[in-house]
């Protein structure tokens, strides 16, 4: 959809400059900027506050647009069986991405999700309980951690250091090479489950191991 906007901006000296939007497209307003597909052109006389303010209002729509894409995919996945990958496919979005985010989304429902943080706090205790989720993100508001701090909290009580991700003498990786469509299948299975894909795998793994070794 193609947003037109009104652009009002209100000067220092009290005048106002207002771009007026297209007649039938739908209104989406900012004030002193006009977005489109490709950019963002300003006022130039836009006070400093006045951007500070669009800078904030920018983050929450990026945070809010993750939440909405992740809601739309599993919306899709359950209202239409397979047909929505052909959605998917006609809108030009990356799958892979959708897919996390709708992993996300099913974690946590709308009751549970916290303005006062942003989705990539969320996807950050994702794997973790639901009593563990509501402690972390309430340390993450009260202290207004960013998510990279987050990040570095949650390893440090893991006892990991911040640099666990290079870190492989403790654990073996384990390399599958399988056609795409298993993989996709893999993925959304786990994505149904609400479950991080890695965990989902070993989940899986461990009881298929548990089945056979206890068979007489």
């Not at 130039?44 to 809010?64: I, N, V």
């Not at 047909?83 to 992993?103: I, P, S």
């Not at 205790?125 to 949650?154: G, I, K, M, P």
Request: glycine residues 6%.
């Amino acid at each position: 959809m193609v947003f037109a906007v009104s652009e009002d901006v209100r000067l220092g000296d009290g005048t106002s400059a207002v771009e007026a939007p297209e007649e039938g497209r739908p209104r989406f307003r900012l004030r002193g900027a006009v977005p489109n597909a490709v950019g963002m052109r300003f006022h130039p006389r836009l006070p400093f506050e006045d951007w500070h303010d669009l800078g904030q209002r920018l983050s929450t729509y990026a945070s809010a647009s993750q939440w909405w894409l992740g809601d739309w995919l599993a919306f899709g996945q359950e209202k239409y069986g397979r047909r929505y990958k052909m959605g998917v496919a006609l809108t030009g979005l990356d799958y892979q991405t959708l897919r996390n985010y709708a992993m996300v989304c099913r974690r946590f429902p709308l009751s549970r999700r916290r303005d006062s943080v942003s989705f990539a706090h969320h996807a950050e205790v994702c794997a973790l309980d639901d009593e563990e989720q509501d402690q972390w993100l309430e340390r993450a508001t009260a202290a207004r951690w960013s998510r990279n701090e987050l990040r570095r909290r949650l390893r440090s009580s893991a006892g990991t250091s911040a640099n666990a991700d290079d870190d492989l003498d403790a654990a073996l990786v384990l390399r599958l090479a399988v056609e795409r469509d298993r993989q996709e299948r893999w993925h959304e299975a786990a994505a149904r489950c609400a479950r991080d894909f890695d965990a989902w795998v070993v989940e899986t793994l461990d009881r298929e191991a548990e089945a056979q070794l206890t068979t007489d």
